[in-house]
């Protein structure tokens, strides 16, 4: 079996994935196979428009240009996921968001607990009440702290999935 029928065989059975031939196949060392996955070239870190219509119009001047039909397709799934992330994701940073008040609420509880104990009994000597005390104001800080993370994690994920959405929006813009 030659190398481009693995590669169509390959783009066949996968959704993401295109393959482009281009030139003639006889021996004349003008052609050449492209295989591109779509998720990578659309939606990387190295993306560009103008990368973006330079692969269109290779797929339109190949012998598969069927293959901007499976870019369509791509484009299609991820606005049907999109509505469902993006809704999912405000859910999540709203409840992060409750979490966060909570643990400041927990926090400041946990302080004014703590500050109400004498520090030392005596010279030098620190009071168990307060130690324990103080660890439960040390993992408030933590916790308040991976909270805040995570939101912030939510937070950057929805952004780039709208950047992907309209840079998408733009290729789809491309194909018609």
Not at 79 to 95: A, C
Not at 123 to 144: A, C, S, T
């Amino acid at each position: 079996m030659k190398a481009e029928e693995v590669m169509s065989i390959l783009a066949d059975n996968d959704q993401d994935n295109i393959n482009i031939t281009c030139g003639s196949s006889v021996g004349s060392g003008c052609g050449g196979t492209m295989y591109v996955r779509l998720e990578h070239f659309l939606l990387g870190k190295g993306r560009g428009i103008t990368r973006t219509k330079k692969l269109i119009k290779y797929i339109q001047h190949s012998h598969q240009p069927e293959q901007i039909e499976r870019v369509q397709r791509f484009i299609d799934r991820f606005d049907q996921d999109y509505e469902t992330l993006v809704h999912s994701s405000m859910e999540m940073i709203k409840s992060l968001e409750g979490k966060i008040c909570k643990a400041q609420i927990n926090l400041q509880r946990y302080k004014a607990d703590r500050d109400r104990l004498k520090k030392f009994i005596t010279f030098g000597e620190l009071n168990p009440d307060w130690e324990r005390m103080n660890d439960r104001v040390q993992i408030g800080k933590e916790d308040l702290k991976v909270l805040e993370r995570m939101k912030r994690s939510e937070i950057s994920e929805n952004n780039k999935r709208m950047k992907d959405k309209a840079f998408l929006d733009q290729v789809l813009e491309l194909l018609k």
